[in-house]
C-alpha cells in the first residue's frame, strides 16, 4: 500500500487558499493506506519542477523519485495520459513516492493561476527548440523547471509563455533524451547553481 503527499491545485480555487493550504499542510491522500505523514515543507525560492500533461507513468514515477530524494516539489499539469495511481508510476517511484511533494494543477489555466498568485515565478522551459545550453544558463532561486509531454513536448502558447528556454545538447542526428534524464540533469544544475542540495546530514544514499 502507498500514497504521496498531494496538495491539490484546482483551477477554480479562490484567491489565497493555496498560500492557506500549504501553511496549514493540508495533505489529501490518493491511495488508501497511508500510514504516516510526510514532513511537507515548501520553501517558496526553492528551484521547483513542472511536468507538462505527462503521458508515460514510469517517467513520472521516476522524476518524483528524484525530487523527493532532493527535497523538491513537483508540480503536474494535467490532463494527464495516466491516473496517478498506476501501477508503473508506483513501479518507479517505490516507497519514495511517500515522501514525494506533489501539486496537482488539472490544466495549464490553473497552473498559470497558481503562478500568477505565487509571485509569477519565473518559468523555464525545456526544449530542444532553445538556442542556450542549460548549463550556461543562470538559474535562479524559485525558478519553476518545466518539461513537456515525452510525446509532443509543449504546444506553442505554452512555448511562448516560457520565462527562458534551455537545452541539453546533444550529438547530431539524435532526436532527445529521456524526460526523467533531462529533469535530473536540469535540476541538479539548477540546485548547484542556487545552493540548494540537502545540507550534508541529508545526503541521499547512492543505489549502486
Known sequence: MWAFALLKSNFDYHAGSYAQSCSSAVRVAIAAGLTHK?????????????????????????????????????????????????????????????????????????????????????????????????????????????????????????HETADARVLIPIVDGLRSLNVATAAAMILGEALRQTAGFPSAGRRAKVLL
Open 38 to 158: 510526510p514532513a511537507l515543507k515548501r520553501v517558496q525560492d526553492m528551484v521547483e519542477i513542472a511536468l507538462f500533461q505527462p503521458d508515460i507513468p514510469q517517467n513520472c514515477g521516476a522524476i518524483l523519485r528524484l525530487a523527493a530524494c532532493l527535497g523538491v516539489t513537483t508540480h503536474i499539469i494535467g490532463p494527464t495520459g495516466f491516473d496517478l495511481s498506476d501501477r508503473a508510476l508506483r513501479r518507479a517511484g517505490l516507497d519514495y513516492l511517500d515522501r514525494a511533494a506533489l501539486l496537482n494543477h488539472t490544466s495549464w489555466a490553473g497552473f498559470e493561476v497558481w503562478r500568477g498568485e505565487s509571485r509569477e515565478r519565473r518559468l523555464v522551459l525545456a526544449t530542444t527548440k532553445a538556442d542556450l545550453s542549460y548549463s550556461a544558463f543562470a538559474f535562479a532561486a524559485g525558478d519553476l523547471l518545466l518539461f513537456g509531454r515525452e510525446s509532443a513536448g509543449v504546444p506553442d502558447d505554452v
